[in-house]
């Protein structure tokens, strides 16, 4: 089946496999909050994006093959709503943005900041800090080197234009410049994209419109 990423709470997830990672999307919770579980394909490790809801989806999710990491790409509460459960079943390491730490319901095993290494089994994401939704926010980046990138943003870019700065045009500007910078201006077209919630998009979709979402600030 051709990989689309269009889920929805209490339906299937959707799976695709770069040559290094098999990366598996579901919704769910009530506001349809994206999850990824990234498992490495040569040792089977696997990484959680976003603890939002639903344990029992979560853990069987992950099945039998045990969970390394949970990585919180942010701090608002729908992100991890389920991250104490899931580590008190799992044992996994939690990660987040060294700047969204006191937000989490638990202490946080690994801080992240800009440019720093996530692995998941043999392989290598970029952490990218991206101020403005809030001030620790982290998006990931996966390098397939025999496809294109994927981007895991949180609440940071979506399609149509960038998080949720609440109508606060510093705040705005940060987050608008950093994704600009970090993630348009270092990837090429055929990035994957795939947002805290709704359908995933390519930078390439998204990129002619940079102006227009500068000029309306928002």
């Known amino acids: 089946m051709t990989y689309t990423g269009d889920v929805r709470a209490g339906g299937p997830p959707d799976v695709r496999e770069t040559s290094l990672l098999t990366i598996t999307k579901a919704s769910v919770g009530d506001i349809d909050n994206n999850v990824y579980l990234l498992r490495c394909r040569a040792t089977g490790e696997q990484l959680l994006i976003d603890a939002a809801d639903e344990p029992h989806t ?12 949970v990585f919180t ?60 939704h809030s001030p620790g ?12 990138a994927h981007v895991f943003t949180g609440d940071s870019l979506f399609p149509g234009g960038v998080g949720n700065t609440q109508k606060d045009p510093a705040r705005f500007a ?4 950093d994704v600009k910078t970090k993630i348009f201006d270092e990837l090429p077209d055929d990035t994957w994209v795939y947002p805290g919630h709704g359908k995933d998009t390519t930078l390439g979709a998204e990129r002619p419109y940079l102006d227009e979402w500068r000029t309306r600030g928002w």
Do not use: Y
């Open 58 to 69: 979560l853990l069987s999710l992950v099945g039998d093959r045990g969970l390394a990491s």
């Open 137 to 148: 926010s982290i998006a990931l980046i996966h390098r397939d080197p025999q496809g294109h």
């Open 174 to 177: 940060s987050l608008f410049q």
């Open 73 to 132: 790409t942010h701090q608002h509460w729908d992100h991890h709503r389920a991250l104490p459960q899931l580590v008190g079943a799992t044992g996994a390491r939690v990660l987040v943005g060294r700047d969204d730490a006191e937000g989490l319901p638990l202490p946080a095993d690994v801080l992240l900041c800009d440019g720093d290494v996530v692995r998941v089994g043999q392989v290598e994401l970029t952490a990218r800090h991206l101020v403005g």
